[in-house]
């Protein structure tokens, strides 16, 4: 009968290895460094190998390893590797190895592979060839280099708003030897605000924004090109650099006609440094540098007028100058570059390993109408990035452009909700500021056919009008950007609903990242660390953010204060709303650091990032310790619709601390701190119910509104295992009679939400789940989706309706991504997992889903979880794919089975609830 079928189906599940007449059964495959994989490779410190084990047969394991480097492939291929020799390793670790070779150079290429030996003991083949090469691994590489400028005056910030061109600046140079005996040619630059780089009239790379946006007095990232193919033809070649403004000037915007980010943020007019190295066949290195004694020139009369990250960018095409970095080019006009003062207070130089931001896809812009003389565009969706003009028309004819994410009654383009710093009156936003700061970009023509794309600006947006010269616009394609992460997950279920809530999540987790991931992509773009923590698990669910989240977690560390607390956001720009003192933020927003952590560790095996954080953590967890009364202030459940309950909470985030805190310490092998911290994590559960727990009916609440129901209070309790187990299911019905006094419609904020469906799938509520997440009027996604307003392509920062105030492109109300692919898909890591080596498959099926199939590109290889009720009648159908390598658990009503790696299909019987 069904248990016969059941059991059977777990006699498949962790079965011994398979092995084949030949041995081994195991390749390395997918072999990355420093968790890059896509060539070029650059490094900039002691390098970490790692791989993924594949195998078409099941329940395979690595029992040892071992790696070869070799300064060149022959030396590789020939088994004489002059770097690292093959010394066996017992180990089934494939993650985070550090290189233990000879001494490495800056610029030095190493040739690298991996041999396994399987769980039997067999030594299996050599894996692929893959390569790297290091960048500075010295500060002092950078020190025959300098920043330079166009001069040192004194700011006009008034300018910026209306006469602050790109400066340009160019050499050229001549090779030291023939092109024949150029060997490589590595290009090592950065620029603030933002940089673009040419050699011989052609951009050195398609990405957008570089570098990416860090705190510049701690931290400036600097990226390398390979331009060796550049420069293989002649023997004078040139060099052009263009500067944006970025955010190192941005303009004196009063933010709520109150904050000047420049205020808290290092500033100052663009500059940049380089080296181009140029290595010959004979050994000798040529550099061309950015110093004064290098010829560089610059001028400001090129066709950028203004740029603002914020504002949009003036293009006069009139003042394009064809040739510019290009050989011959005639620069006598031009000014000799000098060596900026301000970079004495700019931060060390560190290798960008971020992902460059590229564009993810292209839109054409389709005419709607004119409205009062304004031809409107729609892309039809929501996007962050930059559209591609072509338009001919008299000279000195003007396109002006406006951005915005919804459409006015009149069918005019509405941009106030993605107005900068919500400037929208007169003087508001400081001293010659525009009176509303919409988003906008302008185009003056030069008479012939011209084609432009912003290079210093981005808008979030789907609708634009333009005014002007209408009748010479030709076409209009716009393009969404973002750091060039790869998506890992294919998710598919037969609920339409769930389909288009999973494309409006994460269309709008991809408009929030560059560099950073933002609250918004227009009005703030700031890198909120409260925001990361509300969606940061629905973006690991979707994208490889295993660099992205180091990044960001550097960032935090770069703007720690004194007092052990993390900043509100990451760069400070001086925002603190309910913090913890000097300027630190509220706790929820400070809480990202160490959770993030350990997500770095459960999905990626980032055991480094861990030790490199550590005492930064743990001067956060001290001021914790500290300042204890100080958490019951804060932002609460940021825009629920309940009344918040922000002690609650506060103390909800003081128990989370210490358990991630006893959790890295763990890892780390700090084992006496990691069970001083887990006592304390007790102790503060203890503290939360005492003063929140109502024993006798399972309510939690806060004491000045006794009596009073909070989806945010009782799901966090559920969520973070708070409650205790005699008053579980009181307090399970407490939140249940909430959801049903509200229709099953969400009360709480960006914070529990995830809170909210995770602790109902968890305890046997998947239905309660499912009703809020398909609920279609207010509030719901379904109401975003289709209501009478504006149908939403990317998710609301509140759950009504804003055609004013409140942006339509906010990625922290998406954590619903974490429900479905964890809760109705079913796969998640072991709390314990170490970069996903240990698998949970717990698929919970729901009356109004009958298939659902995720596919996820994890750290370790492919994991899926495939199921339908469809096929046979009180049983549901399940597929599961896992790596090898790893080990899996099998939940199915709340019983577990161990499972074994590779491919399964088996059949469970349903409960009645679902027959």
């Given at each position: 009968?069904?248990e016969?079928?059941?059991l059977?189906a ?8 398979a ?5 081994c ?9 420093d ?9 900039d410190?002691?390098?970490t190998?790692?791989w993924?084990?594949?195998?078409a047969?099941p329940?395979?394991?690595?029992s ?5 480097c070799?300064s060149?492939?022959?030396q590789l ?9 093959c010394?066996?390793?017992?180990s089934n670790?494939?993650?985070?190895i ?7 150079q800056s610029?030095q ?5 991996v ?6 003991g067999n030594?299996?083949a ?5 390569e790297?090469e290091?960048?500075f ?12 400028t166009?001069?040192?005056?004194a700011?006009n ?24 005996q150029?060997?490589?040619a590595?290009?090592y630059?950065?620029g ?10 052609e951009?050195v ?9 860090t ?6 990232l ?13 023997n ?8 944006g ?15 000047e980010?420049?205020e808290a ?6 500059m ?19 110093s004064?004694?290098?010829?560089w020139r610059?001028?400001?009369a090129?066709?950028i ?5 914020y504002?949009?960018?003036h293009y006069?095409?009139?003042?394009r ?5 290009s050989?011959?080019?005639?620069d006598s006009?031009?000014?000799?570059a000098?060596a ?10 560190r290798?960008q ?5 590229r564009?993810?896809a292209s839109?054409?812009a389709k005419y709607l109408h ?8 729609d892309?039809?969706?929501n996007?962050?990035g ?16 406006l ?8 069918g005019?383009?509405?941009g106030l909700?993605s ?7 007169a ?15 302008t185009l003056?023509?030069?008479g012939?056919l ?27 394609t716009c ?5 060039d992460v790869?998506?890992i997950l ?11 809530i ?7 987790a ?8 933002s609250?918004?992509p227009?009005r703030?773009?700031l ?5 990361a ?8 669910s979707?994208?490889?953010?295993s660099?992205f ?8 560390l ?9 900043t509100e956001t990451?760069?400070f ?9 000097m300027?630190?933020g509220?706790?929820?927003?400070q809480a990202?650091?160490p959770?993030?952590?350990?997500w ?10 861990l030790?490199q954080?550590f005492?930064?953590?743990?001067a956060?967890i001290?001021l ?9 202030s804060g932002?609460g ?13 506060g103390?909800?985030?003081l128990y989370?601390?210490y358990?991630?805190?006893a959790y890295i310490c ?8 990691a ?13 939360i119910?005492?003063?929140f727990l109502?024993q ?6 806060n004491p000045?509104?006794p ?14 295992d708070i409650v ?11 939140l249940?009679?909430?959801l049903?006094?509200?229709n099953?419609?969400?009360?709480t904020g ?8 995770m602790?109902?799938?968890d305890?046997?509520?998947q239905?309660?789940?499912f009703q809020?997440?398909t ?11 289709n209501?009478s307003n504006a149908?939403?392509?990317t ?5 009504f309706?804003?055609?004013n ?5 906010h990625p ?15 796969i998640?890591?072991h709390p314990?997992?170490?970069g996903?080596?240990?698998i949970v ?6 009356k109004g889903?009958s298939?659902?199939?995720?596919k996820?590109?994890t750290v370790?290889?492919?994991v899926?979880?495939g ?14 794919e896992?790596?090898?390598n ?10 577990r089975?161990?499972l ?5 299909s ?8 679902l027959?």
């Open positions: 009968g069904v016969m079928l059941l059977l777990l006699a498949l599940l962790s079965g011994s290895s092995e084949t007449a030949g041995g059964n195991i390749t390395a495959a997918v072999l990355t460094v968790y890059r994989s896509a060539a070029p490779v650059f490094i410190s002691t390098p190998f790692g993924q084990v594949h195998s047969a329940n395979q394991t690595q040892g390893y071992c790696i070869e070799a060149s492939l022959e291929l020939s088994g004489q590797p002059d770097l690292q020799n010394t066996q390793v017992t670790n494939s993650l985070q550090a290189y233990q070779g000879q001494p490495l610029g290429r190493v040739f690298w592979r041999q396994l030996w399987d769980g039997m030594r299996c050599w894996s692929d060839v893959a790297f290091t960048a691994l010295s500060a002092t590489e950078w020190n025959n280099s300098t920043w330079l166009t001069d040192n005056a700011t910030t008034c300018a910026l708003y209306t006469d602050s061109p790109a400066p340009r600046f160019r050499t050229e140079f001549m090779l030291n030897q023939p092109a024949a150029l060997r490589t590595r290009l630059v950065t603030l605000g933002y940089f673009r780089a040419f050699v011989n009239g951009p790379s398609d990405s957008f924004f570089d570098p990416g946006w705190s510049y007095n701690k931290t400036v600097y990226q390398v090109y390979n331009v060796t193919a550049a420069l293989l033809h002649g004078k070649h040139a060099l052009g650099i263009e500067l403004n970025g955010f190192f000037n941005l303009v004196p915007l009063l933010f709520w006609g109150s904050r980010f420049r943020l290092a500033h100052g007019k663009p940049f440094q380089l080296q181009l190295r140029l290595h010959y066949q004979d050994g000798s290195v040529q550099t061309i540098a950015s004064t004694t290098s010829g610059w001028s400001t090129g066709p007028v203004t740029n603002s990250v504002l949009g960018e006069d095409a009139r003042r100058m064809p040739g510019w970095t050989v011959g080019f005639n006009t031009w000014l000799p000098v900026a003062m301000r970079a004495a207070t700019i931060g060390r130089l290798l390993a971020l992902e460059p931001i564009i993810q839109y054409a004119t409205v009062d003389g304004a031809a409107v565009y892309i039809g969706k996007i962050a930059v559209c591609t003009v072509q338009a001919k028309g008299q000279v000195g004819a003007t396109l002006d452009f951005y915005g994410e919804l459409l006015q009654p009149t005019a383009v509405n909700t107005v900068a710093g919500q400037v929208k009156k003087g508001e936003g400081g001293p010659c500021s525009p009176d509303i700061a919409y988003q906008r970009d003056v023509l030069s012939d011209d084609e432009w794309t912003a290079s210093f600006t981005w808008h979030g947006f789907r609708y634009f009008s333009v005014t002007g010269s209408t009748a010479a616009l030709l076409n209009v393009h969404a950007l973002r750091s790869k998506r294919s998710f598919w279920t037969s609920n339409t609903m769930l389909n288009n999973h494309n409006l999540d994460t269309n709008t991809e408009c929030n990242m560059m560099s950073v991931q609250d918004c227009h703030e773009r890198g909120y660390g409260g925001d923590l509300m969606s940061g698990e629905s973006l690991i979707n994208l490889d953010m660099l989240y180091r990044k960001r977690i550097l960032d935090f770069d703007t720690q204060r004194q007092n052990g607390g993390f990451a760069p720009v001086g925002i603190s709303d309910g913090g913890l003192g300027d630190s509220p706790i929820g927003w990202f650091e959770t993030a952590l350990r770095m560790y459960q999905y990626y095996g980032n055991k480094d990032l030790a954080a005492n930064a953590t743990q956060y001290n914790l310790d500290t300042n204890p009364k100080a958490i019951e932002l459940d940021w825009m629920a619709i309940e009344k918040k309950n922000v002690n609650l909470t103390h909800g985030f989370k601390g358990d991630d805190f763990n890892v780390l092998g700090k084992t006496d701190l069970l001083t911290y887990r006592k304390k994590a007790q102790a503060q559960i203890d503290t119910n005492a003063l109502d006798s009916t399972g309510l939690y609440a000045s509104n009596g009073a129901s909070s989806q945010t209070s009782q799901s966090m309790a559920l969520f973070y205790p187990a005699a008053v579980r299911n009181k307090t399970l019905a407490v249940r009679a909430n049903e006094a509200n099953f419609h969400f009360q960006a914070f529990g939400n995830k809170w909210l469906l602790s109902l799938a305890n046997d509520m239905d309660a789940a809020l997440m609920q279609e009027d207010y509030p719901s996604f379904g109401y975003m989706m209501n149908n939403a392509t998710a609301w920062e509140s759950w309706f804003s055609d105030t409140f942006s339509h492109n922290m109300f998406t954590s619903g991504e974490v429900w479905l692919l964890q809760a109705l898909a079913g998640a890591p314990d997992a170490y996903y080596d240990r498959i717990r698929p919970r099926p729901v889903v298939h659902v199939v995720a996820l590109e370790r290889g492919t899926v979880s199921w339908s009720t469809a096929v046979f009648p009180r049983f549901l159908q399940l597929s599961v896992l790596p090898a790893t080990q899996g658990e099998l939940v199915w009503q709340n019983q089975f161990p074994g790696n590779g491919k399964r088996l059949l469970l019987e349903l409960p009645e609830s027959w």
